[in-house]
């Protein structure tokens, strides 16, 4: 068997007097450095080092004083951006993109001073980029979402929030993830580019919220008394609010009783409390109508 019909001509033409140029360089390259001895070759190093001595002391000086002036200017955007009073999860991340740009720049501007052409390497990175953005479009995804969500503001660190119908405090608001935290104290990893495109209902987003009970009561009872005792009892509670003023209506019945819907406002953070003490207290004081 036999493969001696492909050859490197048919396949990739070359230019016979081009070949015979680059022939010709490499041969006489590996000549000259067979009769270099390492003293010789030690000494040409050294010369080229030598040359680019100064730009070599110039690039290390540009990239300690930008260096400095990176980290001055971060204080001060810092600073600035507490004063503001922004959410730190906003200009934690803020702060990280310009942290990374301004290092990005400094490192391209190093290399330009030491006279490398990037241009080559800029090509390679821009395909390299491309490759990898392909592979890991998921995550890309999720840091646009994260993007999204820190702009947006839908919701801030320490609220009380529910996605799709997953309820939770919120703990963290990251580039890929938000973490929501239960009452039963578990955390959950929310991918950000499923929480962008999500139902967000956030519980904390107003000071005050209304309080929404159902009671049954027995259709042979004094509907009048009925809502005097559960009004008595609301106004009895601490942290039931007179304004807007709570509102109690008869909301449904069937043969055998009557609902009766209270509806109360409240501070936002003490909702569950007075849910807890209403639902009691009121059963306890419709008992006494039975």
């Not at 839908?154 to 119908?165: H, I, L």
């Not at 967000?200 to 009925?226: C, Q």
Request: glycine share 6%.
């Amino acid at each position: 068997m036999s493969l001696g019909y492909i050859s490197l001509s048919a396949e990739i033409p070359i230019d016979p007097e081009t070949a015979e140029a680059i022939g010709e360089n490499i041969t006489g390259s590996l000549q000259e450095l067979s009769h270099l001895s390492l003293s010789q070759i030690a000494q040409r190093f050294a010369d080229s080092f030598t040359k680019a001595l100064p730009s070599i002391g110039t690039a290390v000086v540009f990239f300690l004083v930008g260096y400095l002036l990176i980290r001055l200017l971060m204080r001060f955007l810092r600073h600035t951006l507490e004063r503001t009073k922004t959410d730190t999860t906003l200009y934690g991340f803020i702060l990280s993109t310009i942290k990374i740009v301004l290092f990005v720049i400094l490192g391209i501007t190093c290399i330009g001073i030491l006279g490398v052409n990037f241009t080559p390497l800029l090509t390679a990175l821009g395909a390299l980029g491309l490759a990898v953005s392909l592979a890991v479009r998921d995550i890309l995804a999720n840091i646009a979402g994260g993007i999204a969500l820190l702009f947006s503001r839908p919701f801030a660190k320490g609220d009380y929030v529910e996605v799709s119908g997953q309820p939770g405090t919120v703990r963290e608001i990251g580039m890929v993830y938000t973490i929501l935290q239960t009452i039963d104290n578990k955390k959950i990893y929310l991918p950000n580019g499923d929480v962008a495109k999500a139902t967000i209902i956030n519980y904390s987003a107003e000071p005050i919220r209304r309080l929404d009970l159902t009671f049954t009561i027995g259709r042979n009872s004094d509907f009048s008394h009925v809502k005097e005792l559960a009004l008595e009892v609301i106004e009895k509670s601490t942290l039931a609010l007179a304004d807007p003023p709570p509102i109690i209506r008869f909301s449904d019945q069937t043969y055998a009783y009557v609902k009766m819907t209270v509806f109360v406002w409240t501070e936002t953070a003490n909702i569950l409390q007075l849910k807890s003490d209403l639902i009691g207290d009121i059963r306890e004081a419709l008992r006494q109508t039975e």
